[in-house]
């Protein structure tokens, strides 16, 4: 089963730190989002596998954009 992992907040993709692929634990960080100076991580809602990453650091996002697609 899919699971989409959306962005809490508009900001700018300051690091992405999975690769499609990588198997990740619930709460790990995936990506880092820069907002206002503060860096704030996007965690890991499942333990599963990156599927899909739908964003490239420097890239600014919106609240609640699709970042990361995972599975179990």
Same mark, same amino acid.
Do not use: C, F, R, Y
């Given at each position: $089963?899919?699971?989409?992992?959306?962005?809490h907040i508009t900001g /700018?993709?300051?690091?992405? @730190?999975?690769? @499609?692929? !990588?198997? @990740? !634990?619930? =709460? =790990?960080?995936? %990506? %880092?989002?820069?907002? $206002?100076? $503060?860096e704030m991580p996007v965690?890991?809602? %499942? !333990?599963? /596998?990156v599927d899909e990453i739908?964003?490239?650091?420097?890239?600014?996002?919106?609240? !609640?954009?699709?970042? %990361? /697609? $995972?599975?179990?």
């Amino acid at each position: $089963m899919a699971e989409n992992v959306e962005a809490h907040i508009t900001g /700018t993709v300051w690091k992405i @730190v999975v690769e @499609v692929g !990588d198997e @990740v !634990d619930e =709460d =790990d960080d995936l %990506i %880092i989002l820069e907002s $206002m100076k $503060m860096e704030m991580p996007v965690v890991a809602p %499942i !333990d599963g /596998t990156v599927d899909e990453i739908h964003v490239e650091e420097g890239e600014a996002v919106d609240e !609640d954009q699709l970042l %990361i /697609t $995972m599975s179990e």
